[in-house]
């Protein structure tokens, strides 16, 4: 009888432990996965995926494309006819003063469309001239197409026809279209 005691005893020891056992994994487990969801929310809030407040659910905000921007494989591709397309660091202090110019340019009517490429951006980057390497002043296909920073190329029936290459000629040039009457 004492002998069945002791066993029943230690089985309910064992059985105990194991029970302790997986209540602590089952604990652990739940304090990850708690961890984890929170973590998920504040990343959530942080990005502004998640908003707080009295916005309207209804309310849908305008969707704005911008077709100025393009990348440089694309100089050739565009539908008008003529066109500039200017070249140059976005990230540059003189930007301000090419973008000034160009709205100025673009308020006129009857204007040439202007579009930009950010020569900084990973795709454009093989289109971007290299120390000592030559370019082909008018190129007529995109393979061809090497420029240095700032670079302004008129495009004319898929070709381009006048080439302004430099900060300070970029700029007088710049200067020069938005000045000109219609």
Known sequence: M???????????KSFNSNNDE?????????????FLVLFYFLAMLMTGEIKFGNKNQNQQEDIVIQYDEILAGETFKKSDLEYYV???????DISSTYLAYRSSYLE???????????????????????IGEEDEQYPETIDDLK???????????????????????????????????N
């Open 2 to 12: 004492q002998k069945k005691k002791k066993q029943k005893l230690n089985y309910e």
């Open 22 to 34: 997986i209540l602590r994994i089952i604990k652990i487990l739940v304090g990850v996965i708690l």
């Open 86 to 92: 200017l070249y140059f660091n976005f990230s540059e």
């Open 108 to 130: 006129k009517s009857e204007k040439f469309p202007m579009y930009m490429v950010d020569l900084e951006k990973g795709f454009n980057a093989s289109y971007v001239q290299g």
């Open 147 to 181: 420029v240095s920073n700032p670079t302004i190329l008129k495009i004319k029936d898929k070709k381009v026809v006048e080439r302004i290459e430099g900060k300070d000629s970029v700029k007088e040039f710049l200067k020069a279209i938005s000045s000109e009457e």
